[in-house]
């Protein structure tokens, strides 16, 4: 559990910085961000937990967000960690951006060769908010979730499947629907096999369907001119109309000319941070 | 000041006496005066006694006499201030029964040698007495340690079994003491009164004096002042009277010299007839006598036939005209009678003196007048432009022996005239100036139905309660405390000129609010108060502002949009009326800051709820112009639609819970209207805008349908998120 600091760089009165540690899950060398608010110097902060999207690494959120500044007045910690395990040296890792490397899908692999480093989904629900709360001035009993396309997905299936875990969700253009759509269902058949009951278990709209738990306030924001959307991967009608059926309460805002990038998240980062901030310090 | 006068007289400044009793100096109600001053010395002293009685009781072993004796005289001296005291008839029996009971002792003799050989004072004779008798109380051998109440004497324990105090009542000497200060207290306290009563009723006395004294003056002018009018009067009469028998004389002795002239006159010119007679009498020729005879006859007759002119012309006698002695008469009659009063002076109304149905007016009179009653007369002063031809009411009358009279059962808000007339057994005053008082006006009415709030201030409306306008109203605010009780005026605020005050608050409070109309007569008793809750915002619904088919419940808060289809010609448009979106506005304080309110709606519902500028277009629909923002929600056969419309343009947003209670959120300062899921505490969407005006909160309804606003209910925290 030793953690090593990779940098760290004074941000907005705290402080940004990335740390490495050897993951027991994923049996590799982990890098992930954390960005510590003015106010964990001296109290314990609620955790924000942010999962980036497809080929992303944990710089890719703490250098184009540019969500310190609300973390920062709202006293928030951020954990951003790394999309999928790296240098596990296992065959055809490298060979597609949308599997293996950068494309770990938040699943716990059932099958070979992936099984014995691919359990992004044991990593970021378990092992790494351990490894938070027993480095950091995180408050346990605090923690949220959010993320971008890949990470929408995760952060979704994550708060659906720990009820009342994550106090509050939210997600930048989400893969809504990962059974229906290219993406979702190469990664699936790759890391769980051809049996669709266990894809079930990390689709976000199919688990909306049997979530039972704490009232949630899902904020979802999507981008109109996402070239993904339009090409049927995110599926965000799909959720909405299980969460409409399930009475799950989501606002959906369509926001008219953004795309899938990181100014898309930029620009609304605030909102999605106050929305965890509402539930993180109430 | 009084009290200090008669201080002062006892001490000797005789000359310091004041002008009432000047006059008998050495007379009784003086010495009388004096005394209470003089008991108060003496009382002084015997206190002081008992005092030292009892300090020399524990004293006297440790203190050397001289220093005793030093701190009697220092107490005496701190008791000089005044502080009247009156002896009791406790003090005299008892200081011999303590000398009494010295009789007894040897010791006591040796001890008040010693006390006499210490220095010699000035004021010796009555301290050392003192010091004897306090001695005398103490004896070393058998020391009193009880008092005996009923023969005021202390004595010993023993002594109440087996002694002459055996069926007595006896007490402990520190207890006794206490209960005959307590004795001497009331007798003090009773005296003091006895000498205010004394006080008061010599200054009634002297008061008493001053009148006598002017009454008696006032009768001495008028007796004086009589009878020069009554001697006055007559030697007017008697110049007149000579005065015309002169002017008498002069025209009748007038008279008879003009006709003494005229009987001159006649003679002349008969004698000279009579010689031309005679000549041609005489005359021979007949034809020449005949002819001058006729013309000679004609005059002789002419002549002669004057004769009534040999007549006294005017009566010579003298005329004794009457001379009319009446009023001198009346005069000398009323010399010694009561001079009728003169009108008196009605005050001008003073503040304060009148209720709505009620007023005290007052007058006085001169002071030389005498006077039995006083009539008040007085009527209402009726608007010319109402009353015009119509006949002004008859006075009323009021009889009183003072000089004032609190005059019920008068309308409120309403000035009345009043006058007043004094009688005497002589006669009655002439009347009075009149004087216009005014009735304090009615309590004002609160409308609670047009108040509106906010945690910071309260905007609050009324009606005059009055026809007429009054002055101005003053509102009173007092916060209600915890336990449920109203605490006293905290804050007035007065001369508010219209019907309505928005007045300053702090949040989270609960206020009684109630408003007084004023006018030149005084504040009128209070309106029934509103209580106003300074936990949220407050409002109602503008009622003139809503579509005909929009109907508004009695309470303000719920609108309903029926299904009855209303012809056109039965609906009623104004300007002020929506007339294409069946919307209202409610009416929000104009106070900026942040306003929080609720609507609960139904799912089947399709609303707009928002804000909108008070002069937003009637004919627009709400959202779709630039003067208004609000929260749409539309059926669409597929689903519930929700937009969020300004300037008819909404981003989109999709919403999984139907909200069946939208918080609506204006913040002024943040330039911010959100909407919220009041039930799930979900954030729905807000609106960037900077409100130039002040916005009203406004409602609309697309289908038949109701909506139900909730008022007062304090931000909740998650809307600061947003």
Redesign the interface.
Known sequence: MALTQVSSNKCCGGFQKVFEHDSTELKCRMKFAIYLPPKAESEKCPVLYWLSGLTCTEQNFITKAGSQQAASEHGLIIVAPDTSPRGCNIEGEEESWDFGTGAGFYVNATEDPWKQNYRMYSYVTEELPRLISAHFPADPEKMSISGHSMGGHGALICALSNPGKYKAVSAFAPICNPMQCAWGQKAFAGYLGPDKSKWETYDATTLVGSYSGP?L?I?IDQG?DDQFLSAGQLL?DNL?AA??EK??????????GYDHSYFFVFSFINDHI??H??YL?? | MQEQDLYNAEEGSAEDQRGVWGGSADGEPDRELRVPGKAERHGRQSRTKIAEEKRLKEKKRVTPPPSTFQRFSVDTNESLHFEPYIPSDEDEPRSPSFRGATVFSDEVFEEEGETEEGPPTEDAGGSRVDLKEGLGGHSERDPPDVFCMDCKVPTQASQKLFGPHKDHRVIQISRAADEVKEDLQKGMHKLEEQIGLMENFASHLEEIFITVEENFGRQEQNLEQHYNDVLQALSQRNEQGAAQLQDDKKLKLEALYTQLLECGKTLDVSKELIEEAQQIYRDEDKTAFLQAVTPALRRIEELSQDESEIKLSSSMDFENTPVDFSDVKQMMDSVNILPAPSAPVINPQVPNSASSTSARVCWSLFSNDTVDFYDLHYHPVLDDATFTGLQAPDALEIRVKETYCTVTELLPNAQYEFWVTATNTTGVSPASEKAVYMTVPSPPIIKPRECASCPEAALIRWESGNANPVDSYTMELSEIGAEGGANAVTESIVAVPTCECLVQLQPGRHYSICVRAVNIGGPSERSEPIIIQTTGTSFHLLEDTAHPCLSISSDGLTMFYTDEDLPLSGMVFSDNTFARCVAVLGELIPVRGKHYWEVEVEDRTEFRIGVAYEDTQRNGFLGGNSTSWCMRHVITPS?HKYEFLHNGWT???????HPKRVGVLLDYDAGKLSFF?AH??????TFQCRFLHHVHPCFALDNPGALALHNSIAAP??T???
């Open positions: 009232q306030d904020l109109r965000p909405i969460c409409t009475k799950i309460p989501v606002v959906f805002r369509l926001q008219q106050k929305h901030a509402k310090n109430a | 689903r981003p989109e947003i999709r919403i999984t819970v899921n799930l505490a979900q954030h729905l969407y925290a998650y600061m998120f947003n």
